[in-house]
């Protein structure tokens, strides 16, 4: 069995059901299975978005000529920037979640 032991404080948000606080209820079936869902979808984003990555890199390691204006090249680096902040701020996120799934 697992338990997710979330606070709702360390994320900023108020209890979804009130009177509910902190006492451990299960996991609706239903609603499990549509969480599921969801994390697929995370997961094939994700692999879009690496699939992306390795074409942008085999299209910036290639011999092939690439033309920009400096200003299209320092727009293209922010959104680079960008894309590695959100990256990186998922990664967190996720890792703090997958620290508040426990065995019980």
Known sequence: MYEIIANPKDYKIGALKEGLGYKTIPFPDDERKRWAQEIENFAENLNGLSDKAKELQELF???ETIMATPVS????????????????????????IEAEIVIK
């Open 73 to 96: 090249l320092k727009t293209f680096k922010v959104q680079l920037f960008k894309i590695n902040d959100a990256l990186n701020i998922a990664f967190d996120l996720a890792q703090k």
């Open 61 to 63: 390691s290639s011999e």
